[in-house]
């Protein structure tokens, strides 16, 4: 697979890694994205361990934003990822970064990091784009690149850090977003969105963004309600977008597709169906480097029957208050809490309970409250917290390394790779 053959590596082609080579040998600078699998930004279950993982390997990773509160603790956050990179380059920056021998042409250079930022849309509405203009100064005192106002704010923090790869938009208006990318991020940084209906996709590409991921119903997280299976949802992108790509020159953005996908045949018939990459979140979930804890990455890897063992509510994002707007909810493991919603929606026909209501469903006789919720997160307990996962997890059997993982997906572990 070589980046200029694939639009989505294609993409990212001025992303490079420079390795030193050794005693006697000439560095050499290659593309750090040669793989077109995208690692999903997954609140609580990616961090800086299997974003670098999944760089160092030529994949492209997600760092997932989540719920943020702290920016200062994001853009902490970020810079653990960058001595994990395995390139001598990114090491020196870091290096330079701390000392004042850094030159102009130096600091000049936007020089990109080998990972996307994920943004859940409708909250970077809640907190205000402050973390995003900062993130997306990167490298730091850039004229050009710095809004009015966010220069001095910006922490120590933008000195170590450079541009990431992209950003990624989910689950909400990214317009005003896009907007901002474009007008104060750096040239070259990439627009990615994750959409759940060929209308969105349509508007995405009338809107210029650069990649598109198709999130299908199989898959783990959140989710649109309307949301359809990918095997009827990619092919009819597809048409969509080259039909407008004929009758109006728009521009047909890169393809990737997202929901269950997790062994090689399916890595293929995406492929097939028109996507040029895929986004996995489950799949990551059970590796080594993913910060989720071991005995929820024991309970994905035993779930099995996938399409039964999952299902799709809303009643967590109930209880733990997030606030999620009409229309999305998520797909998770089963357990007592995804029962005991279905029995009421048979038995008494309580549909979506709300607010106080939601809470009384977490003991037995119905008589919860939000203390008994406090006590379920506190011990991590999965018969009543949720377990985000897609359908994919039928096929999940064994914990390995990403990138062991991402190899058996693209079919390259014979080969070693
Ligand atoms: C544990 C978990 C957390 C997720 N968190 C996010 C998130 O914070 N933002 C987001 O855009 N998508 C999130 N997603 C959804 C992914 O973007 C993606 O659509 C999904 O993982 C693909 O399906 P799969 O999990 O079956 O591979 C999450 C998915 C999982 C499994």
């Given at each position: 697979?070589?980046?200029?053959?694939?639009?989505?590596?294609?993409?990212?082609s001025?992303?490079?890694?420079?390795?030193?080579?050794?005693?006697?040998?000439?560095?050499?600078?290659?593309?750090?994205?040669?793989?077109?699998?995208?690692?999903?930004?997954?609140?609580?279950?990616?961090?800086?361990?299997?974003?670098?993982?999944?760089?160092?390997?030529?994949?492209?990773?997600?760092?997932?934003?989540?719920?943020?509160?702290?920016?200062?603790?994001?853009?902490?956050e970020?810079q653990?990822?960058?001595?994990?990179?395995?390139?001598?380059?990114?090491?020196?920056?870091?290096?330079?970064?701390?000392?004042?021998?850094?030159?102009?042409?130096?600091?000049?250079?936007?020089?990109?990091l080998?990972?996307?930022?994920g943004?859940?849309?409708?909250?970077?509405?809640?907190?205000?784009p402050?973390?995003?203009?900062?993130?997306?100064?990167?490298q730091g005192?850039?004229?050009?690149?710095?809004?009015s106002?966010?220069?001095s704010?910006?922490t120590?923090?933008?000195?170590?850090?450079?541009?990431?790869?992209?950003?990624?938009f989910?689950?909400?208006?990214?317009?005003?977003?896009l907007?901002?990318?474009r007008?104060?991020?750096?040239?070259?940084?990439?627009?990615?969105v994750q959409?759940?209906?060929?209308?969105?996709?349509?508007?995405?590409?009338?809107?210029?963004?650069?990649v598109?991921?198709?999130?299908?119903?199989?898959?783990?997280?959140?989710?649109?309600?309307?949301?359809?299976?990918?095997?009827?949802?990619?092919?009819?992108?597809?048409?969509?977008l080259?039909?407008?790509?004929?009758?109006?020159?728009?521009?047909?953005?890169?393809?990737?597709?997202?929901?269950?996908?997790?062994?090689?045949?399916?890595?293929?018939?995406?492929q097939?169906?028109?996507?040029?990459?895929?986004?996995i979140?489950?799949?990551?979930?059970?590796t080594?480097?993913?910060?989720?804890?071991?005995?929820?990455?024991?309970?994905?890897?035993?779930?099995?029957d996938?399409?039964?063992?999952?299902?799709?509510?809303?009643?967590?994002?109930?209880?733990?208050?997030?606030?999620?707007?009409?229309?999305?909810?998520?797909r998770?493991?089963?357990?007592?809490?995804?029962?005991?919603?279905?029995?009421?929606?048979?038995?008494?026909?309580?549909?979506?309970?709300?607010?106080?209501?939601?809470?009384?469903?977490?003991?037995?006789d119905?008589?919860?409250?939000?203390e008994?919720?406090?006590l379920?997160?506190?011990?991590?307990?999965?018969?009543?917290?949720?377990?985000?996962?897609?359908?994919?997890?039928?096929?999940?059997k064994?914990?390995?390394?990403?990138?062991?993982?991402?190899?058996?997906?693209?079919?390259?572990?014979?080969?070693g790779?």
């Open positions: 697979m070589t980046p200029a053959k694939n639009q989505f590596l294609a993409l990212f001025h992303i490079t890694r420079r390795s030193r080579g050794g005693v006697g040998k000439v560095a050499t600078t290659t593309p750090w994205f040669t793989k077109p699998i995208a690692s999903a930004p997954m609140n609580g279950w990616s961090g800086p361990k299997l974003v670098a993982a999944v760089a160092n390997h030529g994949g492209v990773p997600i760092f997932p934003i989540g719920y943020f509160t702290d920016p200062a603790a994001i853009l902490k970020l653990n990822i960058l001595p994990l990179l395995s390139d001598n380059e990114q090491q020196d920056g870091i290096d330079n970064s701390h000392g004042d021998n850094g030159s102009e042409e130096e600091a000049t250079k936007a020089e990109f080998p990972y996307a930022v943004f859940i849309t409708f909250w970077l509405d809640r907190q205000g402050d973390l995003l203009l900062k993130i997306l100064e990167g005192d850039l004229p050009h690149s710095t809004p106002g966010t220069a704010a910006t120590g923090a933008r000195k170590a850090l450079r541009p990431p790869a992209a950003v990624w989910s689950f909400g208006d990214y317009r005003p977003y907007k901002l990318v007008q104060y991020g750096a040239a070259g940084t990439r627009v990615i959409v759940q209906t060929v209308q969105e996709a349509i508007d995405a590409q009338q809107d210029g963004v650069d598109i991921v198709l999130q299908g119903t199989e898959s783990g997280g959140h989710g649109a309600q309307r949301v359809r299976p990918l095997l009827s949802f990619i092919p009819e992108v597809v048409d969509a080259q039909e407008r790509e004929k009758t109006k020159g728009l521009k047909v953005p890169a393809i990737l597709a997202a929901g269950g996908i997790s062994v090689n045949a399916q890595w293929r018939a995406a097939a169906l028109g996507a040029s990459g895929v986004v979140g489950t799949g990551f979930m059970p080594f480097e993913s910060p989720g804890p071991q005995h929820a990455k024991e309970r994905i890897l035993n779930a099995g996938g399409g039964n063992s999952t299902v799709r509510t809303r009643i967590f994002d109930e209880l733990r208050e997030f606030g999620w707007p009409e229309g999305y909810d998520g998770v493991v089963r357990n007592l809490v995804t029962d005991r919603e279905e029995e009421d929606l048979k038995t008494r026909g309580v549909f979506e309970p709300k607010g106080a209501d939601a809470f009384k469903i977490l003991r037995e119905r008589t919860g409250t939000k008994d919720w406090k379920a997160v506190k011990n991590q307990d999965l018969d009543f917290i949720p377990l985000w996962a897609g359908t994919g997890v039928g096929l999940l064994k914990q390995m390394s990403a990138a062991e993982w991402i190899d058996q997906l693209l079919g390259e572990s014979e080969k790779n």
